[in-house]
């Protein structure tokens, strides 16, 4: 079982606990305060607990040892998930998305370190040439959280989504492999300087 560990938060393969209770985050919680950010202009059909079990089994790998999905875990509790999917096999494409169901976590960099923690995962596991996200411009902590780790904004389609009969642009950010392997030498180069100027 695959599990990423961070300073806040813990990436994992799901647990059936966790599944139950990321179902309860996505369809039971009664103030789903994620539902109004997180792609609020696409319909979305309520799974039954079965179905949604199921949806975790669909094309589960996207590459051998390599989860299309996993858990985000804070404080030991299933609170949100990061996920990708592709977008163009023949040019190492996909996309990316995180989503954390519990606002008492939201602006306290749980967000920023696990989906940072994901993308590095993913380019270090993989040849994926890109990744990148889609979302709205009322969705502004998504576009922070892909700024900090490295994302550049790379389209946005003018007034192209509608939420609560208002018009957003539809935003595009993306990263290339070069660009997150220039980030993160520059990271270890500031771990090392900082190690240095403690002794």
Do not use: C
């Not at 994620?34 to 669909?58: D, F, V």
């Not at 889609?134 to 959280?145: A, P």
């Not at 003018?158 to 208002?166: D, L, S, Y």
């Amino acid at each position: 079982m695959i599990k990423l560990t961070g300073e806040k938060v813990l990436l994992r393969e799901a647990t059936q606990e966790d599944v139950n209770e990321l179902y309860y985050w996505k369809y039971e919680e009664k103030n789903p305060e994620a539902k109004k950010w997180n792609a609020p202009y696409i319909p979305e059909r309520k799974l039954t607990k079965e179905e949604y079990i199921k949806s975790w089994e669909k094309e589960y790998e996207l590459f051998p040892s390599v989860p299309r999905i996993l858990a985000v875990i804070i404080n030991e509790k299933a609170l949100g998930t990061v996920s990708s999917y592709w977008v163009d096999k023949h040019t190492n494409w996909l996309e990316t998305g995180i989503v954390i169901y519990n606002s008492h976590y939201w602006s306290g960099g749980y967000g920023t370190e696990a989906y940072g923690m994901r993308i590095d995962f993913l380019f270090e596991s993989t040849s994926l040439h890109r990744l990148g996200i889609s979302t709205w411009s009322g969705n502004t902590r998504m576009m922070k959280t892909a700024a900090k780790i490295g994302m550049s904004e790379e389209a946005r389609i003018r007034e192209a989504r509608i939420v609560n009969g208002e018009y957003f642009d539809s935003i595009k950010m993306g990263i290339l492999r070069r660009e997150w392997e220039s980030k993160r030498s520059k990271r270890f180069d500031m771990k090392e300087y900082k190690g240095k100027s403690r002794r």
